[in-house]
């Protein structure tokens, strides 16, 4: 069983930036295949998928983003290899929502949330305008 736990949302202004943290434990995922996504959920919308970086075995093979953060959000994995970041920078106010980790077995379809086995409980990311 897997553990995601979700840290650095917050409030801030229009423009501004907020780096997000992914931690999963209870299990290594370091040195298998995996998708870890992040995805969000604003108020009265459904759940969207914003980033996904993939892995085989050590290995990042791909990252991929939403439309609508393309060019401003960056996904990375850490140094330590169960951490995976959300940089997010220029933000706007229709970026408010709740952000969500992700964790799935590799594949190609990592926009589907349906797509995941384990889910953190989400941090709060406010863009005031």
């Known amino acids: 069983q897997v553990q995601l736990l979700e840290s650095g949302g917050g409030l801030v202004e229009t423009g501004g930036s907020l780096r997000l943290s992914c931690v999963a434990s209870g299990r290594d995922i370091s040195s298998s295949n995996w998708n870890m996504a992040w995805f969000r959920q604003g108020p009265g919308k459904e759940r969207e998928f914003v980033s996904v970086?993939?892995?085989?075995?050590?290995?990042?093979?791909?990252?991929d983003y939403s439309d609508a953060v393309k060019g401003r959000f960056t996904i990375s994995r850490g140094s330590v290899m169960n951490t995976v970041y959300l940089q997010m920078n220029s933000l706007k106010p229709e970026d408010t929502a709740t952000y969500y980790c992700?964790?799935?077995?590799?594949?190609?379809?990592?926009?589907?949330?349906?797509?995941?086995?384990?889910w953190g409980q989400g941090t709060q990311v406010t863009v005031s305008s």
């Open positions: 992700a964790l799935g077995h590799y594949g190609s379809e990592y926009r589907d949330p349906s797509m995941y086995n384990y």
């Open positions: 970086i993939r892995w085989r075995i050590f290995d990042v093979t791909s990252t």
